[in-house]
């Protein structure tokens, strides 16, 4: 496992960032998508959409014991922040996010941010993955809270 | 998937959350707490305990004890998300035992997660 970011979106998720933000179009949003399975880097980075993560014998997405997507809009993302001009990067975060107490034993390993256009239509192919990052979480019944935090630094 | 085992000890009951392997019997201790013996200050958690067996949702494991049998079912655990207990219920809705200890993060206690950005291009002052 580890914290890498998908050729599709290199260098494209910042502003991919500030399109959700400004409603651009208003039906995109950022998804995230928690995975029981997740391979390296060079297994995952070349994958183009969610449709090919997820028939990727090395990635699985977590769906049972109630982990769900979360669907981040303008109205969850924080505004559009500054440059980052202290060090020289553009660090885009997601906000607090809450999986409602997901049931034991139905662990993650991982956690997709993706870009979606048009939440509401189209398949996991529309979906384009923008990084990967362990989200190793032994559940136990309790909630699962992802703490506000950068997730892209462009440099 | 893990198991919760009740027993007496001390003229109170105690639990665990053992490490439990298919196949074999539960091993490892990942946690472990008193309980409080019936007859103590219950009359919440009777409250507590006909809500979860109306809400089923709030039921969230079978209780195992170790007996001359092997691991038999006493009940569930439930768990309330305000107050740091749990309790343990027999089948029947009455009330076995309260823990008032801590699951591994504490019952209602979240899991709280951080991720570490990725870095995508090569400036310089970038900072990993």
Not at chain 1, 30 to 37: D, E, Q, R, Y
Not at chain 1, 105 to 131: E, F, H, M, Q, R
Not at chain 2, 99 to 126: E, F, T, W
Request: hydrophobic fraction near 35%.
């Amino acid at each position: 496992m580890a914290n890498f970011a998908f050729n599709i979106n290199k260098g494209r998720g910042v502003e991919l960032y500030n399109r959700v933000e400004n409603n651009d179009p208003s039906t995109s949003a950022l998804v995230l998508v928690p995975l029981s399975a997740s391979g390296t880097e060079a297994q995952g980075q070349d994958l183009d959409d969610l449709a090919a993560v997820e028939a990727d014998a090395n990635f699985a997405e977590r769906t049972t014991g109630s982990w769900v997507r979360k669907v981040l809009t303008d109205t969850e993302l924080a505004a559009f922040p500054a440059p980052d001009d202290t060090n020289n990067r553009y660090a885009v975060a997601v906000p607090q996010t809450t999986w409602t107490t997901p049931a034991a034993s139905n662990n993650t390993t991982g956690l997709l941010v993706c870009y979606d256009a048009n939440t509401g239509a189209g398949t996991d192919s529309d979906i384009k993955p923008i990084t990967h990052h362990d989200f190793a979480v032994t559940t136990d019944g309790n909630d699962v809270i992802l703490n506000a935090g950068d997730f892209l630094w462009a440099t | 998937m893990n198991e919760y085992q009740v027993y007496p000890k001390d003229g109170g009951w105690h639990w665990k959350l053992v490490e439990a392997r298919e196949g074999e019997e539960p091993a490892n201790v990942v946690n472990s707490g008193k309980a409080v013996d019936e007859g103590g200050p219950f009359d919440e958690w009777k409250a507590a305990v006909a809500d979860a067996r109306d809400h089923r949702g709030d039921v969230r494991e079978d209780i195992y004890r170790k007996g001359e049998n092997g691991f038999e079912k006493v009940g569930v655990l439930v768990k309330e998300r305000g107050p740091e207990r749990v309790a343990i219920v027999r089948e029947d809705g009455s009330l076995y035992g309260e823990c008032d200890s801590a699951l591994p993060n504490g019952p209602g206690q979240p899991i709280v997660m951080n991720i570490s950005p990725v870095k995508v291009g090569n400036g310089a002052g970038s900072v990993e």
